[in-house]
């Protein structure tokens, strides 16, 4: 009989953390650059105490650099696609839709790792779009403009962040020695560059416009970037892949609960079924390279936690 542990309750919680992010973003009230700038912004500080409580600072090459540049980059563009499809679809559709990272990173495990096609990953992706038309209509003519733009933002943000999970991977084997949180907090401050510059560029305001703004925006960068992290990076290696893919399946289940639980989201039973079967493909496509695992960093947080 399978054992529960500390680890799984560790897990559980990084899980139900990170699901509130897209409620944060909501609730800053702000330009999706600017609230993407925050995020990882405040999230360097609280990256930064934990690497300097665990001495995990440490200088890294010119290549391990370009890499962490290039990886900066794709996050900076993940987050602005993904608070852009928050503000038109609400935080749940928009992180179900982002979660299609997972079919990204196991097709590119499968075309340049080398690793065998699966049935059930075959199965997953028609099952993954009956799914997303049962939540969002099968006529895609009728959805309204901002509809569609919402959910093109998600899908690229899906395979944005698909770019950014392998470029941190690829740090990592770089940098052998190099902390995931080392990783993240060189990562994160780099994004928060590229978004300041887009804010400037763009002649945006980074003014936060009140102190429930401000909660919300620390709240994002504290437990979104960071504890929801550290939860579930700590706790993967201690649980069974399968096991451990399964409970991250709550982060995009219980976003889209928040969503109609505290924005009124209207739902219909048609649309509960279509969510089902997302979660039941995104699960069926969390296949397990073991090329994409000889990474250190943690696999599933990679395809599940935003």
Known sequence: MYQFNIAHIH?????AIISFSGIWVTWAGIEPT?????????????????????????????ASSVVTALCGLCFAADLFCWHTS???????????????????????SIVF???KVRARFIVSIPLAFLGLTLVVGF??????????????????AALLY?????????IQLLEAE?????????????????LGFQVQATHGSLAIPSMFSLLSLLALALFSQTIGWALISSSLPK??????????????????????????????????????????AIYMGMSTPSQLNEATIPEASGRTAR
Not at 86 to 108: D, E, M, N, R
Not at 178 to 194: I, K, Q
């Open 162 to 170: 698909a770019a950014f999970i392998l470029t941190l991977r690829k």
């Open 139 to 156: 006529d895609w003519n009728a959805l309204s403009a901002d509809y569609k733009i919402g959910i093109i933002f998600a899908l690229a």
């Open 86 to 108: 928050i503000i038109y679809l609400g935080p749940g559709l928009a992180t179900l839709l982002a979660s299609f990272q997972v079919f990204v990173l196991t097709l590119v």
């Open 34 to 62: 600017v609230s993407a700038f925050y995020r990882v912004f405040f999230g360097s500080f609280f990256l930064l105490l934990i690497c300097l409580r665990r001495r995990h600072i440490r200088r890294i090459n010119l």
């Open 239 to 280: 649980i069974v892949p399968s096991i451990a893919g399964l409970i991250l399946l709550l982060q995009p289940a219980l976003a889209f609960v928040w969503d109609v639980v505290i924005f009124s989201r209207t739902t219909t039973m048609m649309n509960w079924m279509g969510v089902a079967l997302v979660l039941a």
């Open 11 to 15: 897990i559980f919680a990084g899980a």
């Open 113 to 115: 790792f080398h690793e």
């Open 178 to 194: 190099t902390s995931f949180f080392y990783a993240l907090l060189l990562v994160s401050l780099l994004s928060s560059l590229f």
